[in-house]
């Protein structure tokens, strides 16, 4: 082999391995590359990963915000809700006190009234002890039957028993006869009519109505304008006062 021939294989031999060395970088270089390229995916997988995370969690906030928002319109209905409720009770205090004092002062009235009314009793009872001719002119019969009828009341009054004899009786008002059940006048025990169905004594009767007649039934006058008697009687009977049209309050109020 000739000289030439060996440097020409020489330089050959360099070249293809500079060919080889540079083939060699270019494919560290493609790698290097090709890994900065997975690399750089990797992180944009990444980042896009953390932005739906952060999305999710941002929706979730406004989602709880939403949420503080619907909250706090309910409290502030309830607390108007609350607002009506506490002036609604203060109004019902303030009937409830108002109706309080009414009653109270009803009450107080009504206090003074039957003291009053007593005291016209006591009154009145002393007067009759007082008047030597307070007498009725009985007969045998009627001043037995007269017995019979204060005995048989004051043993009711003392027992608290009903009346089982004489369940009758008849109210003669200024002429007119009303034969009445006796039970029925004592719905209201403060009226004359109840009064005078526990009296014991004609000396009590006497102070209830105008005339006695003792018997079965006993008869009781009372010197009056028989016009209302029914409407005050039907009041004892039902509980409840229905005034005519040629009726008066303002009597019956007396």
Known sequence: MTLENKISDKLTNQDQNIKLEEHENNENIDQS????????????????????VNQAVEKDNLEQ?????VNLIDKQENLEQLGKLQVNHLAKQETLSSIQFDDEEHLKQFDDEEHLKQSDDEEH??????????????????????KQYFSMMENMNKSG???????????????????VNRKDLGRFPHTRLARLM?????KEVLMYCDEFTP?????????RNPMNFPAILEMHRKG???????????????
């Open 33 to 52: 590359d090709e890994q900065e390229n997975m690399d750089q995916l990797q992180e944009n997988k990444e980042s896009k990963e953390q932005l739906q």
């Open 65 to 69: 915000l939403e949420q503080l928002q």
């Open 125 to 146: 009872l002393k007067q009759f002890d007082d008047d030597d001719d307070l007498q009725l002119d009985l007969s045998l019969d009627q001043e037995f039957a007269a």
């Open 161 to 179: 028993e009903k009346v089982k004899k004489m369940k009758m009786i008849i109210l003669d008002i200024g002429g007119d006869r009303f034969v």
């Open 198 to 202: 526990k009296a014991t004594t004609i």
């Open 215 to 223: 018997g079965d039934p006993p008869e009781f006058f009372f010197d």
């Open 240 to 254: 409840v006062l229905h005034i005519s049209e040629t009726g008066c309050a303002l009597v019956l109020k007396k």
